[in-house]
Nanobody, 126 residues
Framework: QVHLVESGGGLVQAGGSLRLSCAASGRAFSSAAMGWFRQAPGKEREFVATISWSGGPTYYANSVKGRFTISRDNAKPTVDLLMNSLKPEDTAVYYC???????????????????WGQGTQVTVSS
């Protein structure tokens, strides 16, 4: 079992930055790949970024590559999403998710993740 709680969302102007944090509890966290997804009003939840259980390999959606950085600290344990150069189209509820097990390919689909946080709102004004 993994329990996830996101924080750090808010209102920011276009071009600004925000750091989201996901606090995790549960023994399975250190062996789970972690991901961030987002869901804008009227749209499906979409993949943003993922990081392996070790904090090594990362993978990003094309829409955020070069602007967002995912990281994790298994000692705390937390997984963060640093978002730079934010755009109005980044406005969404952002969700943290945990993926149990070991996989070769990064998880980019919602049904590949077993545990979800409640989400945190990010609003980027133009």
């Amino acid at each position: 079992q993994v329990h996830l709680v996101e924080s750090g969302g808010g209102l920011v102007q276009a071009g600004g930055s925000l750091r989201l944090s996901c606090a995790a509890s549960g023994r399975a966290f250190s062996s789970a790949a972690m991901g961030w997804f987002r869901q804008a009003p009227g749209k499906e939840r979409e993949f943003v970024a993922t990081i392996s259980w070790s904090g090594g390999p990362t993978y990003y959606a094309n829409s955020v590559k070069g602007r967002f950085t995912i990281s994790r600290d298994n000692a705390k344990p937390t997984v963060d999403l640093l978002m730079n150069s934010l755009k109005p189209e980044d406005t969404a509820v952002y969700y943290c998710a945990a993926r149990s097990g070991s996989y070769y390919y990064p998880g980019t689909k919602t049904d590949q993740y077993d545990y979800w946080g409640q989400g945190t709102q990010v609003t980027v004004s133009s």
